[in-house]
């Protein structure tokens, strides 16, 4: 279990409203949520979720029903206020506190603990409340196979699937990390992105993979744990809210990606930015260095290194080497006059 999901549907005999909305998270950080509160007198206006869907499709229903929902000033003000309330109230317990525990509680299938968590953190909106809740456990693969039961390209996004360049290779679909990933606009070519294969296209492919990484396929050839790739393209398509990307798998196997530019992709962000930091320094070296500059500073480098004598000139020593100079000059001449010469 890498990540939890709770959705929950609250009523009370106190307000006439409707409580519906979805905490998400894993064991460390803070939670993720969506809350809406619907006065009951405008609910036949809407059509609700079902908290029995699962975790993407209810979360795309809910985003759906508060964007049309808030169209509406009373219901806009309403969430204004709910909203507020509710983010006072996580950040009083510890927003990390509030995820840990429900982590755990989702970890245990504890019901009585979840729902003693959402009860307290609406009981003084609400007061006592009737509250319903589905709650699941997700694994990071979990979550890319829920992703792609839910797409729904153009055909002009599954034409880059099919360009002559990727014909013949596997598609593939970045690991999603709703919580810490980076999305494509932050990420270089070069970077390291983790993939799981959703259609290998040629049996050949999984069977290179397969011997390059025989622990992340079951019996079947099916791709169960993800793979380490590098970013090599990058290409938005344009009017569209869609990349194309390709990924080396490793083994001579290039795979195929169309994503959603906001699909926040799990990545090592703390490797992720030494890399950005070195070639940052690379491509703009803090101080513009002339090669004699450079290679005088490598040769008293290396004599440091060596123990020998620094070239150190002073004013002094310029005075002496003059000084004998015009002396034996002069003694040249003498000497001959001397021996007849001059």
């Known amino acids: 279990m890498d990540f939890y999901a709770v959705k929950f549907f609250a009523t009370s005999s106190l307000t006439a409203e409707v409580i519906i909305g979805y905490m998400f998270g894993k064991q460390r950080g803070k939670p993720e949520y969506k809350v809406l509160s619907i006065p009951k007198s405008k609910l036949p206006k809407y059509e609700l979720p079902d908290i029995n869907l699962s975790y993407i499709e209810y979360k795309a229903n809910l985003e759906e029903l508060y964007y049309n929902a808030i169209k509406d000033s009373t219901v806009l003000d309403l969430n204004k206020q709910f909203l507020a309330y509710v983010q006072s109230t996580i950040k009083r317990y510890g927003p990390e506190i509030v995820n840990a525990k429900m982590f755990l509680g989702v970890r245990d299938s504890d019901v009585a603990v979840i729902k003693a968590i959402l009860t307290e953190i609406f009981e003084e909106w609400e007061g006592e409340i009737n509250l319903r809740i589905v709650a699941e456990k997700l694994t990071y693969q979990d979550l890319v196979w829920l992703m792609t039961q839910h797409r729904s390209f153009s055909e002009k996004e599954k034409a880059y699937l099919s360009r002559v360049d990727v014909l ?164 040249a001449i003498f000497l001959g006059i001397w021996l007849g010469v001059f």
Do not use: C, W
């Open 168 to 331: 013949n290779s596997p598609e593939v679909l970045p690991l999603s990390d709703p919580l810490n990933g980076m999305t494509i606009n932050n990420l270089d070519v070069g970077d390291p992105v983790y993939s799981l294969i959703i259609d290998p296209v040629e049996p050949a492919n999984i069977n290179r993979l397969k011997e390059q990484y025989p622990d992340k396929f079951d019996e079947q050839g099916k791709n169960i744990m993800p793979i380490e790739s590098s970013l090599i393209a990058k290409e938005l398509i344009q009017n569209t809210d869609y990349y194309f990307i390709k990924v080396d798998l490793g083994g001579g196997v290039i795979g195929k990606a169309v994503i959603s530019k906001n699909l926040k992709m799990m990545v090592d962000s703390n490797r992720i930015e030494e890399m950005h930091r070195k070639r940052e320094e690379y491509f703009n070296p803090p101080e513009d260095k002339i090669i004699g500059d450079v290679l005088k500073e490598s040769i008293d480098g290396l004599k440091r290194e060596a123990g020998l004598p620094q070239n150190k000139v002073r004013s002094s020593d310029i005075l002496i080497i003059f000084g004998l100079s015009i002396g034996l000059i002069i003694a």
